[in-house]
């Protein structure tokens, strides 16, 4: 999906100042246990599926339809597995932000996954003992709070 309409909205009166953002993420696994990653297009890292929740959507539903976005499978919400703030983001088009990102693990249900949107540059499952050197920090971590065992949701404390 493109900039959502009023992230371009806000970016029409602030320009490419920070803008302090809600978002969610999805540790997805599969049946045999791999992790489903994207390979994003603005900096060329793996990561987990991610993105921006719409005004006023809630965040389990945000979670699953971006899964469906970026990847065009079915999966299902198993938990909340953290909560955290990211550092500010500067994009390629100098666009600056900041996420108070929700995080889920989810389980593949159906579907072939594949790169659904223009976001993403590839899209593939990785053994959990064998992800790609250039894992994005944040998604590294994500990981290993939603792989923990620890049945509460990990933050800050």
Same mark, same amino acid.
């Given at each position: 999906?493109?900039? *959502?309409?009023f992230?371009?909205?806000?970016?029409s009166?602030?320009?490419?100042s920070?803008l302090w953002?809600s +978002?969610?993420?999805?540790?997805?696994v599969? #049946?045999?246990?791999?992790?489903?990653? %994207?390979?994003? /297009? !603005?900096? =060329?890292?793996?990561?987990v599926?991610?993105?921006?929740?719409?005004? =006023?959507?809630?965040?389990?539903p945000?979670?699953?339809?971006?899964?469906?976005?970026?990847t065009?499978?079915?999966?299902? &919400?198993v938990?909340?597995?953290?909560?955290?703030v990211? #550092?500010?983001?500067?994009?390629? @088009?100098g #666009?600056?932000?900041?996420?108070?990102d929700i995080?889920?693990l989810? /389980?593949?249900l159906?579907? %072939?996954?594949?790169?659904?949107?223009?976001?993403?540059l590839?899209?593939e499952?990785f053994a959990? !003992?064998?992800l790609?050197? @250039?894992?994005? #920090?944040?998604?590294? &971590? /994500?990981?290993e709070?939603?792989?923990? +065992?620890? *049945? =509460?949701?990990?933050?800050r404390?």
């Amino acid at each position: 999906m493109p900039i *959502p309409e009023f992230v371009l909205a806000l970016r029409s009166k602030v320009g490419t100042s920070p803008l302090w953002l809600s +978002g969610v993420s999805a540790v997805i696994v599969g #049946d045999d246990g791999r992790i489903l990653l %994207t390979r994003r /297009r !603005d900096n =060329g890292k793996w990561a987990v599926v991610s993105g921006i929740l719409e005004p =006023g959507e809630e965040p389990g539903p945000a979670a699953l339809r971006e899964i469906s976005e970026e990847t065009g499978i079915e999966a299902e &919400l198993v938990r909340l597995t953290s909560v955290d703030v990211t #550092d500010k983001i500067t994009y390629p @088009n100098g #666009d600056v932000a900041q996420y108070l990102d929700i995080t889920f693990l989810a /389980r593949h249900l159906s579907g %072939t996954a594949v790169v659904s949107d223009d976001e993403n540059l590839a899209v593939e499952w990785f053994a959990v !003992d064998a992800l790609p050197d @250039n894992l994005a #920090d944040t998604s590294r &971590l /994500r990981i290993e709070h939603a792989l923990s +065992g620890v *049945p =509460g949701a990990w933050f800050r404390r």
